[in-house]
């Protein structure tokens, strides 16, 4: 019997599916377009009937004044002298020290009330005639700004703060503090001022570059040393105390405020002889230092590890030589400390740019520019991660021709994410879209590992509102009954987010940001009495198997950290050729499992910790 007529029917078949097929996918085409079209009137009526617009201030300035020149050349000082004179207005700086530093200044010359503190952790007198504060603390609207180190705009992370301060912000008169490198990313900020004014200051003090290294027992007293990570830090203070016991101290970023002036103090007045410390001394610190010695001249920036530039390395050894504080300034290497070297030719470079003989490589980013949420056109929180793309794609066609760019929104549409299940079930009726704002917009560290601290608190303040139990230790924890530095410091970090979140939602778990407060206190006084022992108890810069030197940020050397295990009595069955004598060693293989346990340990503490330094350390605040 013939097979063609079951062929014949099974290529019909065939046919009749492939058709099928075909309609199916032009149907699927179609709807796509369709969906298309209809998303590109929507855009279409969003841009058309509720289109965001590029801030703009109310007010023109009557005058702007830019004060411009290398550190220790008066700018901060002479805008101080403006700002008391005039008797109101408003200091704000990047960091909580300065503010302190400014409002200590201008409390010591003016009438007691007439000066506050606002840096978001700290609030005295916030309704003073002149406030001193930290960038974001700034209010918007006042008579006279003086807006310090003003080229902080061009950071990625925290510039849009100042291009929208500068931008819109409703000033009778500001003076705007800089090196001379950012003036034409700030002028066009303020062009719409009656009249600019621009003073050039000139370094008051000399700073010279040592020609030779100096060895840790040949540092002097008044003595900056540098380094770039919390691990680094100490290390070269362990390498220092031996020659000055007691008598060294260390500044860093995970610090608690209170420590940090403590340790400053501590300086100031002779009590600590030699201060190591990371960049953040950099950013307009005052201190009596003669002498700044670089320990490296690399930093890990949270992408990569990399040399710095000219003007950090400007910023950092234009500390040497304060004017009206000491006398003429110096800028080295410190040689000696195991795993870490600094580039003479580069400490060269920043003196002159320090000096204001040279212009630096300050970074050619445009001012970021961040959505209101009245820009977005949004009704509910569901709606905020497409209201938060579609306002990016905007912002960067509508500023294409302007001197100022789109923020990058991305990291507020990951918190949405976050939070938008949460609000699914009963947390939901306090999910209103004010209230979701608010919360993705606390300024609380949402980068590994800490994301999960940010949820917690967020979920907290929802439970709350809906009147559901929170236990305050989910806030709050308190403070560890003993522990290191690094707990200490980890435990004040929390009571800062937990202030944080506080002075926002009050209440929650029954708390308030006082409560906070006096946790961190804590946290800092048992910090400030363990700091001279945990230098003296460093150990950093061996390889925990072998004993070679190596860079502190590292647990193990190389060797170490990748020779593949090995069998106890094979061929290879052999002391690592950077090992110290088999006798009594911790890593000979003769200790079979145990070791080999151990060495593997180690060699994943070593690809764990291989990422130099604890996180952005020119962010560390």
Request: glycine share 8%.
């Amino acid at each position: 019997m013939s097979d063609f007529p079951q062929q014949h029917d099974d290529r019909q078949h065939d046919d009749r599916r492939r058709k099928r097929n075909v309609a199916r996918d032009l149907q699927t085409r179609n709807d796509d377009r369709a969906a298309a079209r209809i998303e590109r009137l929507a855009q279409q009526s969003w841009v058309e009937g509720a289109e965001p617009e590029l801030p703009v201030r109310t007010t023109r300035p009557e005058e702007v004044v830019f004060h411009l020149g290398p550190t220790n050349s008066g700018k901060t000082h002479d805008s101080l002298v403006a700002l008391a004179k005039n008797g109101s207005g408003v200091y704000a700086a990047p960091l909580r020290q300065l503010a302190h530093e400014a409002y200590a200044r201008l409390s010591a010359q003016l009438p007691a009330g007439s000066v506050g503190l606002s840096t978001g952790e700290e609030e005295i007198d916030p309704d003073a005639k002149i406030v001193c504060c930290t960038v974001e603390k700034a209010p918007m609207r006042g008579d006279l700004l003086v807006l310090d180190e003003s080229h902080w705009v061009a950071d990625p992370d925290r510039g849009h703060h100042w291009a929208r301060l500068v931008l819109t912000g409703d000033y009778r008169e500001m003076h705007l503090i800089s090196a001379a490198e950012a003036y034409l990313l700030l002028k066009p900020l303020v062009a719409d001022a009656k009249k600019l004014t621009v003073v050039n200051h000139k370094r008051l003090s000399r700073l010279d570059v040592l020609r030779t290294p100096v060895r840790p027992d040949a540092v002097r007293p008044q003595t900056l040393v540098v380094a770039f990570s919390r691990k680094a830090v100490y290390a070269v203070a362990a390498a220092l105390d031996p020659a000055r016991p007691g008598k060294v101290g260390v500044l860093y970023g995970a610090l608690p405020p209170a420590t940090r002036r403590d340790v400053i103090e501590r300086f100031t007045s002779g009590e600590t002889e030699v201060l190591v410390t990371t960049d953040v001394i950099g950013h307009g610190i005052n201190v009596p230092a003669t002498t700044v010695l670089f320990a490296e001249t690399t930093k890990f920036d949270g992408v990569e590890r990399r040399p710095l530039r000219t003007w950090e390395t400007a910023q950092i050894a234009g500390r040497a030589g304060r004017y009206g504080l000491t006398g003429h300034g110096s800028v080295g290497v410190l040689a000696g400390v195991t795993g870490l070297r600094a580039d003479a030719g580069l400490l060269k470079e920043g003196a002159e740019v320090a000096r204001g003989d040279a212009m630096s490589d300050l970074p050619k980013r445009s001012p970021r520019l961040r959505p209101e949420l009245d820009d977005l056109g949004a009704f509910e929180p569901v709606d905020l991660p497409e209201a938060l793309t579609r306002w990016m794609a905007w912002a960067r066609a509508a500023t294409k021709d302007r001197p100022m760019t789109a923020d990058d929104v991305t990291s507020l549409v990951v918190r949405v994410h976050a939070l938008l299940p949460l609000l699914k079930g009963p947390l939901g009726a306090a999910g209103d879209l004010w209230t979701v704002w608010r919360l993705i917009n606390l300024p609380i560290d949402y980068n590994p590992p800490r994301r999960t601290r940010w949820l917690t608190l967020a979920e907290a303040a929802l439970r709350s509102a809906v009147g559901l139990p929170v236990l305050p230790e989910t806030v709050l924890a308190p403070m560890p009954a003993k522990g290191s530095v690094e707990d200490y410091e980890q435990a004040a970090a929390a009571a800062r987010d937990a202030q944080t979140l506080l002075r926002s939602f009050p209440g929650v778990a029954g708390l308030d940001s006082d409560d906070a407060a006096d946790v961190e206190d804590a946290c800092a006084t048992r910090i400030t009495e363990l700091l001279p022992g945990a230098i003296t108890l460093t150990a950093s810069g061996t390889c925990v198997e072998c004993g070679t030197g190596i860079a502190p940020w590292f647990t193990t050397c190389r060797g170490c950290a990748t020779r593949p295990v090995r069998t106890p009595g094979s061929r290879d069955d052999a002391p690592h050729r950077h090992q110290r004598p088999a006798s009594g060693s911790r890593a000979t293989v003769s200790e079979g499992g145990r070791n080999r346990g151990r060495r593997a340990d180690a060699g994943r503490a070593g690809r764990t910790t291989g990422r130099p330094g604890t996180g952005r350390s020119s962010r560390s605040r």
